[in-house]
């Protein structure tokens, strides 16, 4: 079966620190990939999603980006965190099928505080 | 964008059955209408999904009106387990937008 792995669950960061998010699936090859974040009382704002290995598209203009290294890896990133980068960030995988609109997988998230 | 419209809550009973609906009344012929629920600090789980049929799964039923304007989830025998806050969403072309949902109340 497929698994998506998130960590770490919660983190604490100062303004202006680097970020680094990671996301692993397993149990499937080349999945689409996804970033999300959802703000508190809020829904969902999709931020990166990726096709394959190097294939990055940005929704949402902002200081965060995202590698996609390897086929289930995918990493979200800030070389300088923003008060208004707080969030429940959420990583996410579809299969990647002729047939569109395969539902989107979700890992538990990550928590960030920025202080 | 498709915007859907959903109670803020709702509450049932134990074993008896629930139907959360959702009004995506612009939604486009190409959309698909998904079903997810989330739990307090949990990522959203995928219930059901469908274009046009009703649909069945091991979950839930979804019953999709004829314009597809609206949609109805069902849970057949709520349990506490089943408590969350339950989102509908349009979906298609990677974007996957959530409302603010129903939170899902289950009554011993």
């Known amino acids: 079966s497929q698994t998506i792995h998130q960590w770490p669950a919660t983190l604490v960061q100062p303004v202006g620190s680097p970020l680094s998010l990671e996301c692993t699936v397993e149990g499937t090859s080349n999945p689409n990939l996804y970033w999300y974040r959802q703000a508190a009382g809020r829904g969902l704002q999709l931020l990166f999603y990726?096709?394959?290995?190097?294939?990055i598209s940005s929704e949402v203009p902002q200081n965060l980006s995202a590698s996609r290294p390897q086929d289930r890896q995918f990493i979200l990133s800030s070389k300088k965190l923003l008060l208004s980068d707080s969030g429940f960030y959420l990583c996410?995988?579809?299969?990647?099928?002729?047939?569109?609109?395969?539902?989107?997988?979700f890992g538990d998230g990550t928590r960030l505080s920025i202080l | 964008d498709a915007k859907t419209t959903q109670p803020n809550s709702m509450e049932s009973n134990e074993e008896e059955p629930v139907h959360l609906p959702c009004n995506h009344s612009t939604i486009s012929g190409t959309d698909y209408i998904h079903w997810y629920r989330q739990l307090p600090s949990q990522g959203p789980e995928y219930v059901i999904h469908?274009?046009?049929s009703n649909v069945n799964n091991r979950m839930a039923s979804l019953a999709i009106a004829e314009d597809r304007k609206s949609s109805t989830l069902i849970l057949h025998r709520a349990t506490l387990r089943d408590a969350a806050v339950y989102y509908c969403?349009?979906?298609?072309?990677?974007?996957?937008?959530f409302g603010a949902g129903t939170r899902l109340t289950v009554k011993p």
């Open positions: 996410a995988w579809s299969a990647r099928t002729v047939v569109v609109n395969q539902p989107q997988h």
């Open positions: 990726s096709v394959g290995i190097g294939q």
């Open positions: 469908g274009l046009t």
């Open positions: 969403t349009p979906y298609n072309n990677n974007d996957m937008r």
